[in-house]
């Protein structure tokens, strides 16, 4: 069941999606070599309680923590921790979910620790670039394998290898609703896109083979061949003849200044 949201409901969605964006910049404040991954949890878990929200994935299916962070060949889902020390040339995906007024907003970010190797600079800025080409496709009128097709293309002739077993979703009232928005897939298959659908948009490409494992702590996610994985995320609506971006990555973009990707 896919349920279809108001004008007004969206702008609710927007305000939680904003609340990540203010969020995600406060980490790119201090993202650095030698603070840990369990440190920007308490940085965000407070910056979003002291904005009158709830972390949205705390809790959720029993989700230890306020964020994600996933560093490296950690594709998604890592699991914030004391013992994760980020350092110089790592990457680090930061995924937060927000609940405020009934309503998640889901968006995600991958950072450098420091100066990176130029060819995963390449990695991250063909991932966000993909991302922004499935948001083109979300338009009323386009189908589901519209988004994925133009995402898995871009990435695909670039080198890169899509991860299937991931895939994006509705996002509303629920983090997780439908319909899947995977992103691989053919033009013109699936589901018909409408006006009013909030989806989250999430390529999460890897620079060798795409093939992940789960870890033993039931989350993690990593890349089988141990190469380095990229992960972009944003919240959109479907509007009439556009796609709204919900989530931000200005005030990010902003704190990171040339750093950017
Ligand atoms: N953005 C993530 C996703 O859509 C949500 C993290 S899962 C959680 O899969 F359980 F940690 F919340
Ligand atoms: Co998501």
Known sequence: MIFLKTDEE?????ESNLL???????LAKVIAPGITTL???????????????????????GYPNSICTSVN????????????????????????????????????????????KPEILHLLKTTKEALYKGIEQALPGRRIGDIGNAVQTYCESAGYSVVRELV??????????????????????GIVLKQGMTIAIEPMIVMGKRHVYFENDGWTVRTLDRMPAA??????????????ILSSFEEIEKVLGTRAI
């Open 168 to 189: 994006g979703h509705g996002v509303g009232h629920d983090m997780h609703e439908a319909p899947e928005v995977p992103n691989y897939g053919r033009k013109g298959n």
């Open 73 to 116: 060949e950690q594709v998604v889902h890592g699991i914030p921790s004391s013992k994760m020390v980020l350092k110089e040339g790592d990457i680090v995906s930061v995924d937060c979910g927000v609940y405020k007024n009934g309503f998640h907003g889901d968006s995600a970010y991958t950072f450098c620790v420091g100066d990176v």
């Open 10 to 14: 969206i702008e609710l969605l927007r």
């Open 231 to 244: 992960h972009f995320e944003h919240s959109i609506a479907i509007r009439e003849g556009r796609a709204d």
């Open 39 to 61: 440190q920007l949890d308490k940085i965000a878990y407070e910056f979003i309680k002291d904005h009158g929200a709830e972390p949205g994935f705390l809790g959720y299916d």
């Open 20 to 26: 990540i964006g203010s969020t995600l910049a406060e």
